[in-house]
């Protein structure tokens, strides 16, 4: 009965590798988001997608490509993994927009690159 | 320099005790949330409070926001060794509240 669902829970990985992370939510939320933690718990947000159409796009290296087959789902995809991507990276969601709403994270896939 | 700053970055209590953290931010708000994050998990919801609110309350959390002062505190009573965890404010700006800016976080330990 998760509500946000992410998968792996754990990702480690070789430089120069291309990974993805997927995304599920069952809450019937609209709109997505990707963030990012790195050590210091510092969260940034990367992605977000309302209804399958991208709403914010964050200065992120354009090795981080986001893409959402529908709105349940939202997935991450990063070529050429760099030692700097070793991060916990969130996923969440949130129902409709313009509006106060409160966004609904997934546990997190921490990533490793070796 | 972040949007949402807190402090203290750390803090420790006895259980029983009261836990206040606080938060600034640099730019007007549509609405400030708090967050709470236990180790190795995704982040909670806590409270939301409007820009046109002043204090709000849920459970053992009050929550107040000065928006002159551009601040807010978190206020967790009687606290418990539950409630150690991270805990982080998050702005939503005017005319952009998809867009969360989360604050550095403040460590609360809770001591049996």
């Known amino acids: 009965d998760t509500a946000v669902s992410q998968t792996p829970k754990y990702l480690v990985t070789q430089m120069g590798n291309d990974k993805s992370i997927k995304c599920e939510q069952n809450l019937g939320h609209d709109t997505m988001y990707w963030y990012k933690q790195d050590s210091k718990k510092f969260l940034k947000i990367m992605f977000s997608y309302n209804n399958k159409e991208l709403i914010i796009n964050e200065t992120v290296p354009n090795r981080f490509s986001p893409k959402s087959p529908d709105k349940a789902h939202l997935n991450l995809h990063i070529n050429s993994l760099e030692l700097g991507d070793s991060a916990v990276y969130f996923c969440?969601?949130?129902?409709?927009?313009?509006?106060?709403?409160?966004?609904?994270f997934g546990p997190g896939t921490r990533l490793t690159v070796l | 320099s972040q949007q949402g700053e807190e402090d203290p970055q750390a803090l420790s209590i006895q259980e029983g005790e009261n836990a206040t953290m606080n938060c600034s931010y640099k730019?007007?708000?549509?609405?400030l949330q708090w967050y709470r994050q236990n180790s190795g998990r995704g982040l909670v919801h806590l409270i939301l409070i409007r820009s046109n609110e002043r204090e709000k309350h849920s459970g053992r959390l009050r929550v107040t926001l000065d928006t002159s002062k551009k601040s807010s505190s978190l206020l967790i009573t009687a606290s418990r060794a539950a409630d150690t965890a991270s805990y982080f404010c998050a702005t939503a700006l005017i005319g952009n509240t998809d867009k969360l800016i989360f604050g550095t976080g403040t460590r609360l330990q809770v001591f049996p």
């Open positions: 730019t007007s708000i549509n609405n």
């Open positions: 969440a969601s949130s129902h409709g927009r313009g509006a106060p709403s409160t966004q609904y």
